[in-house]
């Protein structure tokens, strides 16, 4: 239920049933109606998100399930923001990317459905991706972080030097989250990065607690 007294429940379940076709339907409905688009992501995407990541235990993990909802959100997100809108900046920035020599992009891209339905604004640099092109993208972006993925044991040389590069630029707030196979098996001492998430929600987690922690600290936010 929101102000106008119009409940998003239909929204909700449609998401969580992964329809595109019926969520998207649905938002469009609710826009009709009169329903802020903001108030569509927080009180429909974000509420979805969060029931699913409640389900998503480790004995309830279901990839497939997470994949279908947050492409069913992207398609939500694309209908409320057309291409050539930009989503208002909520969150903050995250630059994410799968590093040079690894061209896998499945845990990235659902890290990417996933902050986005939580009202981050992502820059995904794809896959293959160079170090310094998502250096460059975060200073250009005011990145409140910066999220790699990796399959590939190769690729940790240049995860450790991620930090170094970014202390060289002046851009030591920045924080590095890691995820994927090969990098979940290391502590994020090991990988000179700030968190290694097991999951994508675990990733959000950590950014949600950096954000919290920060606002109680009487600071301005600092992306």
């Given amino acids: 239920m929101n102000m106008n007294g119009l409940s998003l429940d239909p929204l909700v379940n449609a998401l969580l049933e992964g329809d595109q076709v019926k969520a998207v339907s649905t938002a469009k409905e609710l826009r009709e109606q009169g329903i802020a688009v903001d108030s569509i992501i927080t009180n429909g995407l974000e509420v979805a998100m969060t029931r699913l990541d409640n389900k998503c235990t480790i004995e309830q993990f279901n990839l497939l399930e997470i994949m279908l909802v947050g492409r069913a959100s992207m398609a ?36 990417k459905m996933v902050l986005t339905a939580q009202g981050y604004r992502v820059i995904d640099c794809g896959k293959d991706c160079p170090v310094d092109t998502l250096i460059d993208h975060a200073e250009r972006g005011g990145a409140l972080a910066i999220g790699v993925s990796g399959l590939i044991t190769t690729i940790i040389p240049q995860i450790k030097q991620i930090k170094h590069m970014l202390v060289e630029r002046g851009l030591h707030r920045i924080k590095i989250l890691a995820g994927g196979a090969a990098l979940k098996q290391a502590a994020a001492s090991q990988l000179n990065v700030d968190y290694v998430a097991e999951t994508a929600f675990d990733g959000s987690h950590y950014l949600e607690h950096m954000r919290s922690a920060h606002q109680c600290s009487g600071g301005e936010r600092e992306l």
């Fill in 76 to 111: 939500v997100i694309k209908e409320l923001y057309p291409s050539d809108a930009i989503p208002p900046l909520t969150k903050g920035v995250v630059v994410i990317g799968s590093l040079e020599g690894d061209i896998h992009d499945l845990g990235k891209n659902i890290l």
